[in-house]
């Protein structure tokens, strides 16, 4: 599957520059009373970091990432994807951008329980009007590289959580996205799945040059991010500078995309 890569502009400072949130709040209205999960809230992201968002319970780490995946709309405030800002997106644009630029894994997976594991991961290709035969076989390479090789006629209501799991991130990644979001994707999991499946991440993030944000409870994985943002009460707690190694050269990231491009294929 070779897809449209969406238009790219270098980051005026010279980083590669793939998101950036400026003074970004949400408040929803309940009632009388108004809640502000998110408050004057500004980072950005270069491309090929792991990013992890932490903060209790109730800190608007979903609010966050929901907003990222343009799934939901800022109160004020800006998001840029690649200097271009989602606000100006018509429709059909962030019906685009969700289904090609954004992978999402859910703490629960929210796979369809009596479709195959193929079926599942080829779902979001089948909406994009690949045949469903072409479909399948991208899926069940994907199922592979998730350590799934062979599982895909098995349907996903029968398959451990850890194996959900895997068949969610497959499903995320199968249309070639540039940025991964998941929201405590080993929420719902032992320890050693957890484990396992953050390890998974990892190598997937790194093999296919993806940028990733992860929302996490775990603070020792959260540790083995490329960067932590911490949040409290919808506020992000620390300023953090982007990384020197995800900022020294463009070339890098040039060629990294050029990569990218070439294994999604
Ligand atoms: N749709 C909504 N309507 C009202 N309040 C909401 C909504 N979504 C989130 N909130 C509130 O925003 C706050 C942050 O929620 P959330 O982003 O889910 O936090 P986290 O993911 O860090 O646990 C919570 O107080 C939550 O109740
Ligand atoms: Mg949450």
């Known amino acids: 599957m070779v897809k449209e890569p969406m238009a790219s502009f270098p980051a005026a400072n010279g980083s590669s520059e793939l998101l950036r949130v400026e003074g970004l709040r949400k408040s ?56 271009n800002s989602l606000e100006a ?97 080993t929420g719902d999991l032992d320890e050693r799945n957890a484990e396992l499946i953050f390890e998974l991440m990892q190598r997937l993030h790194t093999s296919h040059r993806l940028t990733s944000v992860l929302a996490t409870h775990n603070l020792s994985l959260a540790g083995r991010a490329d960067r932590v943002l911490k949040f409290e009460h919808g506020k992000l707690l620390q300023a953090t500078e982007v990384p020197a190694s995800h900022t020294k050269s463009d070339a890098k990231a040039a060629g990294a995309e050029a990569n990218a491009s070439g294994e999604r294929g």
Request: net charge negative.
């Open 89 to 185: 997106f018509a429709e059909l644009e962030l019906a685009e951008f969700r289904s090609r630029a954004i992978g999402f894994v859910w703490q629960r997976h929210h796979l369809l329980p009596d479709f195959s594991a193929a079926e599942n991961v080829a779902m979001p290709l089948m909406i994009q009007g690949v045949r469903r035969e072409a479909a399948l076989r991208t899926a069940g390479e994907w199922l592979g590289q998730v350590g799934l090789g062979g599982r895909e006629h098995q349907a996903c209501g029968e398959l451990s959580g850890g194996e959900q799991q895997r068949v969610a991130i497959a499903r995320a990644l199968v249309s070639g996205p540039k940025l991964l979001l998941a929201d405590e994707p």
């Open 28 to 83: 929803f209205r309940t009632g009388s009373s108004e809640v502000t999960p998110l408050n004057d809230v500004s980072f950005s992201i270069a491309r090929g970091e792991m990013v992890a968002i932490v903060g209790p319970s109730g800190a608007g780490k979903s609010t966050l990432l929901h907003m990222l995946a343009a799934l939901d709309t800022p109160t004020s405030g800006a998001i840029y994807f690649e200097r």
